[in-house]
């Protein structure tokens, strides 16, 4: 067999697999082809000049929740906090959620104690938000584990206007971390 | 069915079933049908001296195999996985039954390249000449590796992982084929039906593999999936009665002979091969290429 035949079935093989892979998988994220998170529904500038960091836009998550009443459409960017309660950590940790080009990015600001005390954190990057229709979106985290930082693969599920879900599962070690707008 | 397939699975469960095929199968199935093999050969009054030293020393090159494998694989493998991953891939897949199947196919046809690659090649072959030296077939032959055995796998599933696979499935899905294969090492069973010899890789198939008769020489390259020897026209069925190892016979059960026969003689090769380039063109080439004098 001619070494280019070799090569164009070889590489039809190839792309029939893969590419049945990554269409399926494009096709089942349902949020995937509705947006690259530029959506009217990230775009605090251009579709409400008079919104304000922290508040929730009522009028944009009734109108996108309609046919699945427990999700709400909601702002992401703005200070959200995570109350941890571990041998490392209690306390609530406050994140500064960024539009940064395409993608969400979030800053670790401040640690704050079960008082409420808080002190300034070294706002390093720990989520980047890659997909978000409003609803649900696709990002990566970093996870600390024994001294090693892990990028993860998380989802994000929003469960109302004040509050959503991270979830992880990297080879078995998982967890659900509710945030919330503060 | 779409939505069964598309459903996202949990890590955890995923690496139990891996962990249930992949590394159970080695109680379950492999060393009972060994034990049976064994007490065929014995049956039929086969059971030599030779033999038992021959399955001894497959499963030594396998140490020494999975040692290399070990250090490799902590020192560099998963690291250059990971980095591909997170810098040169496409989009990351969802784990659901869709990327797992498209994974192991991939690894399928990875492996059928890798294992091509191996008998053309002159650096290929003398790590991979090992595996086929043994005269005899059966499980034990399955864990007769080379010095470098493990170091070809790196270069063809890499663009897996390029292709937006997680390196941990792409690694577990190459040692689904990896098992798979070992189950076709033997003479117990006979030819399939007939739809299964068409799609799968089988012992007929596999015995054509590692025949020296002439006809029998770079053919069935298959892991599981026979349908790629078919396609890419390396396909041989069974007919003449198989003999068994290489053109040119190793006669010895010393481990650390078998195991390091095939980079020696390459090294031979080399020393008598006249010019530079001719050297470097020793260890690409086909094993049989000779420099022109």
């Known amino acids: 067999m001619k070494s280019s035949t070799l090569l164009f079935r070889s590489l039809a093989i190839i792309i029939f697999i893969a590419g049945g892979a990554q269409l399926a998988g494009y096709l089942t994220y349902d949020t995937y082809a509705a947006n690259e998170i530029e959506t009217n529904h990230l775009d605090l500038e251009e579709t409400d000049t008079t919104y304000e960091e922290g508040e929730s836009k009522q009028g944009e998550a009734q109108d996108n929740s309609s046919d699945e009443p427990l999700l709400t459409t909601i702002e992401l960017q703005g200070k959200w906090g995570v109350t941890y309660d571990s041998e490392d950590f209690t306390g609530?940790?406050?994140?500064?959620?960024?539009?940064?080009?395409?993608?969400?990015?979030?800053?670790?600001?401040?640690?704050?104690?079960?008082?409420?005390?808080?002190?300034?954190?070294?706002?390093?990057?720990?989520?980047?938000?890659?997909?978000?229709?409003?609803?649900?979106?696709?990002?990566?985290?970093?996870?600390?584990?024994?001294?090693?930082?892990?990028?993860?693969?998380?989802?994000?599920?929003?469960?109302?206007?004040?509050?959503?879900?991270?979830?992880?599962?990297?080879?078995?070690?998982?967890?659900?971390?509710?945030?919330?707008?503060? | 069915m779409i939505e069964f397939l598309s459903k996202e699975l949990n890590w955890i469960d995923v690496e139990y079933w891996f962990h249930v095929l992949n590394d159970l199968s080695l109680l379950y199935i492999i060393v009972p049908f060994f034990v049976?093999?064994?007490?065929?050969?014995?049956?039929?009054?086969?059971?030599?001296?030779?033999?038992i030293f021959d399955s001894v020393a497959n499963v030594i090159t396998f140490g020494a195999f999975f040692v290399i494998e070990i250090i490799l694989g902590i020192l560099a493998v998963t690291k250059i996985y990971f980095w591909v991953y997170e810098n040169f891939s496409l989009p990351h897949l969802p784990l659901n039954w869709i990327t797992i199947i498209a994974c192991?196919?991939?690894?399928?046809?990875?492996?059928?390249?890798?294992?091509?690659?191996?008998?053309?090649?002159?650096?290929?072959?003398?790590?991979?000449?090992?595996?086929?030296?043994?005269?005899?077939?059966?499980?034990?032959?399955?864990?007769?590796?080379?010095?470098?055995?493990?170091?070809?796998?790196?270069?063809?599933?890499?663009?897996?992982?390029?292709?937006?696979?997680?390196?941990?499935?792409?690694?577990?899905?190459?040692v689904f084929v990896q098992v798979f294969q070992t189950l076709l090492h033997t003479e117990i069973i006979g030819k399939l039906?007939?739809?299964?010899?068409?799609?799968?890789?089988?012992?007929?198939?596999?015995?054509?593999?590692?025949?020296?008769?002439?006809?029998?020489?770079?053919?069935?390259?298959?892991?599981?999936?026979?349908i790629w020897d078919r396609m890419l026209g390396t396909f041989e069925p069974e007919v003449e009665k198989v003999k068994y190892g290489i053109s040119e016979p190793l006669r010895s059960n010393n481990p650390i002979k078998v195991f390091f026969h095939g980079l020696s003689r390459l090294f031979r090769k080399i020393n008598r091969t006249q010019g530079v380039k001719n050297k470097f063109l020793v260890l690409i080439k086909p094993p049989d290429w000779e420099a022109k004098a």
């Open chain 2, 193 to 226: 039906t007939k739809p299964v010899e068409f799609i799968f890789n089988t012992p007929s198939h596999h015995r054509v593999h590692h025949g020296s008769n002439r006809q029998y020489w770079d053919k069935n390259y298959a892991g599981i999936l026979i």
């Open chain 2, 104 to 174: 192991v196919l991939l690894a399928d046809f990875a492996y059928y390249w890798e294992h091509r690659m191996m008998h053309r090649i002159g650096i290929g072959w003398a790590t991979h000449t090992v595996h086929h030296s043994s005269e005899h077939f059966n499980m034990s032959v399955a864990y007769r590796f080379g010095p470098l055995d493990a170091v070809m796998p790196i270069v063809f599933s890499l663009p897996i992982v390029m292709l937006g696979f997680d390196p941990i499935l792409v690694l577990l899905s190459e």
């Open chain 2, 36 to 51: 049976l093999e064994m007490i065929r050969y014995a049956v039929q009054k086969r059971l030599t001296k030779d033999l």
């Open chain 1, 92 to 182: 609530t940790m406050v994140y500064d959620l960024k539009k940064e080009g395409k993608a969400i990015n979030a800053y670790l600001v401040e640690y704050q104690d079960e008082n409420g005390y808080g002190e300034a954190a070294n706002g390093e990057k720990v989520l980047v938000i890659k997909k978000f229709d409003g609803k649900k979106g696709k990002g990566v985290y970093s996870v600390a584990y024994e001294g090693e930082t892990y990028e993860v693969d998380c989802k994000i599920t929003i469960i109302d206007e004040k509050t959503f879900q991270l979830s992880y599962d990297y080879y078995g070690y998982g967890d659900t971390e509710t945030w919330k707008k503060l």
